[in-house]
C-alpha cells in the first residue's frame, strides 16, 4: 500500500514521542509519500526513511543511555530528553537546533560518562585504565558489531572510527576525555578535565556548541 502523506506524519509523531515534524520535516514526508504513490521508492523505503528523521531525538537519547548505563531511559525520562513542558533544552527545542547528529551523541555521551552521570562509574571502571584505541575499538564492536561489519565487507581494522583513534597515551573514564589538539594538558597525553569545559560553558552568556545541557538521571 502507497503511504500518504498524514500517515507517514503519523509515524514520524509517534516514534517522536508525540512531537509533530516541522514544516520542513513535514515537506520531507510530503516527498516520500510521492515517492511511495509513484513508484520512486518502495513503501518499505519511504517508512524506514521517515523513521530516520527521528535519528537526532529519540535515537539519541535511547542509544546512549543503552551504551553508558546498560538500559534505556524510562518512558518519563525519554519524554523529558525528547519533548518536555518542563525541559528547555530537550532534543526538539531549540538548544540543540545548532548541534549535528554526531554532536547530539558527543553531548549525551559526556554528561552520561563523566562527574556525577549515571554511567559515570561504570564507564571508569571499564574504560579508565585503557588507550583511547583500546576504548574505540570496544565501542565498536559493541555499537557496530566486528561480526556484522566484517560480514558487510568493512575491514574492520581500518574502519573510520578506529583508524583515526590515535594510540596516544591519553585515557578515558576517571574524568577525562579524549585529546584536544589545541589544549596542551592533551598534546602531553593527559586529556582535557570535562569540569574545566562545564565551569567555562556556565560563565559564559549564551549556551554554544562547545557546551552541554545537563542530563539528569533518569
Not at 565551569?199 to 552568556?205: E, Q, V
Amino acid at each position: 500500500m502507497a503511504y500518504t502523506t498524514q500517515q507517514l506524519v503519523d509515524a514520524y509523531t509517534n516514534a517522536n514521542l508525540g512531537k509533530a515534524p516541522d514544516s520542513a520535516t513535514t515537506l520531507t514526508l510530503d516527498a516520500y509519500a510521492t515517492q511511495s504513490q509513484t513508484g520512486g521508492a518502495t513503501d518499505a523505503v519511504a517508512f524506514a526513511n521517515t523513521l530516520k528523521l527521528v535519528n537526532n531525538t529519540t535515537a539519541v537519547a535511547v542509544e546512549t543511555y543503552q551504551f553508558f548505563t546498560g538500559h534505556a531511559p524510562s518512558a518519563a525520562g525519554l519524554d523529558y530528553l525528547v519533548d518536555s513542558t518542563t525541559n528547555t533544552n530537550d532534543l526538539n527545542d531549540a538548544y540543540y537546533a545548532k548541534f549535528a547528529q554526531e554532536n547530539r551523541f558527543i553531548n549525551f555521551s559526556i554528561n552520561l560518562a563523566t562527574g556525577a552521570g549515571e554511567g559515570a562509574t561504570a564507564f571508569a571502571a571499564s574504560y579508565g585504565s585503557v588507550t583511547v584505541a583500546q576504548t574505540v575499538a570496544s565501542a565498536y564492536d559493541k555499537i557496530i558489531g566486528n561480526a556484522v561489519a566484517t560480514a558487510a565487507g568493512v575491514d574492520v581494522a581500518a574502519a573510520p572510527g578506529r583508524r583515526r583513534a590515535a594510540p596516544r597515551s591519553s585515557r578515558l573514564g576517571a574524568g577525562v576525555i579524549g585529546p584536544n589538539p589545541r589544549n596542551r594538558r592533551a598534546r602531553s597525553g593527559i586529556g582535557v578535565d570535562p569540569s574545566h569545559v562545564r565551569a567555562a560553558c556556565r560563565n559564559r552568556a549564551a549556551p554554544h556548541q562547545g557546551c552541554l545541557a545537563e542530563s539528569p538521571r533518569l
